[in-house]
């Protein structure tokens, strides 16, 4: 029988226990999985512009950000995820690579609202921005600079380095230059920053990161996604006058940028092509490096070079680092130019840009054979412009959108210009056309887009016949090889796959000379 509880006694239990529960420790809660990192650059094809000699928008001849906010359609068709721009500060050279001005953008580019704009369309896409950027050199006209040659005790003068302060001379830049001769045909002096200096490190610092977070709030999806450090040395043009720069102003601004958005990108171009990028890897903690070696032998179809390269890249690259590969770029001449080269070698140096083992990087018009070779007959930066040509969205140059900032008869690099009307390296004539480069490049991206083990997969040179590279990728339930016959004879191949058909498409064991195929295996495991 239940025994009656007093109103009393059953008000003082409910205090009782609302009492115990208020000082109750609360209930722990299960433990929520860490969230798991994302490299940004694991699932990356890169398309490297530049963009004085992309689209024009508005009929000045000059590439701008609006046009390459037009072309980001045309980019994802490539498979493009990031587009890396060459440096957009005002500049007496049509490069950009020597500032007038760390602040703002060249105007022949557009304004800051235009390249917001760019950075929102290229995010709401899903694509990522990464700016190159030379800040250890600025040239005659900087701010800096004429404010120290006003007045020797100007603070500014210790942002530079100096030969002799008290005479105005300044420092001599990169490859012992002092002067450089440009397009424009006038000549301004070149010099080197202080970059162990307090107030450039402070300088810079900032400068960085508004170009990361630009409202200063905590939000990055308005700027931009990484850096290409162009020219990086841990001792300045190996001089003895900047030295530890890789521990001491390299990887303390990339710490401090981290802590702004850990997702950053941080590039570094190795001054010297022949290193590896194992100190920049480790020491200046950059995500990436440029795979310059793999690169050389690409260009040269040379079957021990490549496989050396490809191992000694693969031993030095640390877990979660980088190697960027290309088969061209900026600074050398187009692939399309070499001697001997034919289209089938095009679309071997293709096939091994987006499969081996790394991130691809194209430079702009790489995909239509765009042609182009230094011209070592100019001492000036005009020697570049052959392989800076305009990328050709049109059969003729009077169509609009076309770049062409450089026509000037009576010069060599207008006259004997590589580029000429339904010449079939452009947009217009190659799209949708099967045999076309572009339409090779575009199957080349679906297939690395659609199997992770292009990507991400781990990678082994296997034996094979004399000329035939055979390369095995592997991982997320799938196996690939890759085998390229780099001869100029018709090469059989009998190793594993050998009975599978090309997934590149129309390839057979019997390889072509200078053939790519590219076969699945029974997946084995990692």
Excluded at 307 to 316: H, N
Excluded at 390 to 397: Q, R, S
Aim: hydrophobic share 40%.
């Amino acid at each position: 029988m239940m025994r009656r509880i007093s109103p009393v006694k059953s008000t003082l239990i409910a205090l009782a226990a609302l009492l115990a529960a208020a000082i109750a420790p609360p209930a722990i809660a299960a433990p929520r999985p860490a969230p798991v990192a994302v490299d940004p650059l694991d699932d990356a094809v890169v398309y490297h512009i530049f963009q004085r000699s992309f689209r024009d928008s508005n009929g000045d001849g000059h590439g701008d950000l609006n046009g390459i906010t037009a072309s980001l359609p045309y980019l994802q068709s490539l498979g493009v995820t990031a587009i890396l721009l060459t440096p957009l500060y005002p500049s007496r050279v049509y490069h950009n690579y020597f500032a007038t001005s760390f602040e703002g953008i060249d105007p022949a580019y557009g304004t800051i609202d235009d390249f917001r704009r760019l950075v929102a369309e290229l995010h709401k896409r899903g694509m990522k921005i990464f700016l190159d950027m030379e800040f250890q050199y600025l040239a005659e006209g900087h701010p800096w600079w004429t404010a120290a040659l006003a007045d020797r005790a100007s603070p500014y003068a210790d942002y530079m380095l100096w030969d002799d302060r008290a005479k105005g001379v300044a420092e001599e830049g990169p490859f012992g230059l002092r002067e450089i001769i440009n397009f424009n045909k006038d000549t301004h002096g070149v010099t080197t920053v202080a970059m162990k200096a307090p107030v450039v490190r402070a300088y810079f610092d900032r400068y960085l990161h508004d170009w990361v977070d630009p409202n200063r709030d905590g939000k990055v999806d308005d700027g931009v996604d990484g850096f290409r450090l162009d020219h990086m040395m841990d001792d300045l043009d190996s001089k003895g006058l900047l030295t530890d720069l890789f521990t001491e102003f390299w990887k303390p601004a990339f710490d401090k940028l981290r802590r702004v958005n850990p997702q950053l990108v941080f590039v570094a171009e190795q001054a010297e092509w022949a290193d590896y990028g194992e100190g920049y890897l480790k020491r200046a903690d950059t995500s990436a490096v440029f795979a310059f070696r793999i690169h050389e032998a690409i260009r040269k179809f040379d079957k021990a070079a490549l496989v050396a390269a490809i191992d000694r890249t693969a031993a030095i690259t640390p877990p979660g680092k980088h190697q960027f590969v290309f088969a061209e770029n900026h600074d050398v001449s187009r692939i399309a130019s070499d001697p001997e080269i034919t289209p089938e070698k095009l679309r071997t140096a293709a096939a091994l840009a987006f499969f081996l083992k790394g991130t691809p990087i194209l430079y702009y018009g790489q995909e239509l054979g765009t042609r182009g070779a230094i011209d070592k007959g100019y001492d000036s930066d005009e020697s570049g412009i052959p392989v800076r040509e305009a990328f050709k969205w049109a059969a003729v140059d009077a169509a609009p959108g076309q770049a062409i900032w450089y026509r000037r008869p009576g010069e060599r690099f207008w006259d004997q210009r590589y580029a000429r009307d339904y010449d079939r390296v452009s947009v217009e004539e190659q799209t949708g056309q099967p045999g076309s480069l572009l339409t090779r490049y575009r199957a080349l991206a679906a297939l690395r887009r659609a199997h992770p083990a292009l990507r991400t997969g781990t990678q082994r040179v296997l034996d094979s016949a004399p000329g035939l590279l055979v390369v095995e990728r592997s991982g997320s339930g799938e196996r690939f090889v890759i085998v390229s016959n780099l001869t100029s004879a018709v090469k059989r191949y009998d190793g594993p796959g050998a009975g599978s058909p090309d997934m590149i498409g129309g390839g057979t064991a019997s390889l072509h000379p200078w053939q790519t195929i590219l076969l699945r295996l029974p997946y084995t495991g990692d």
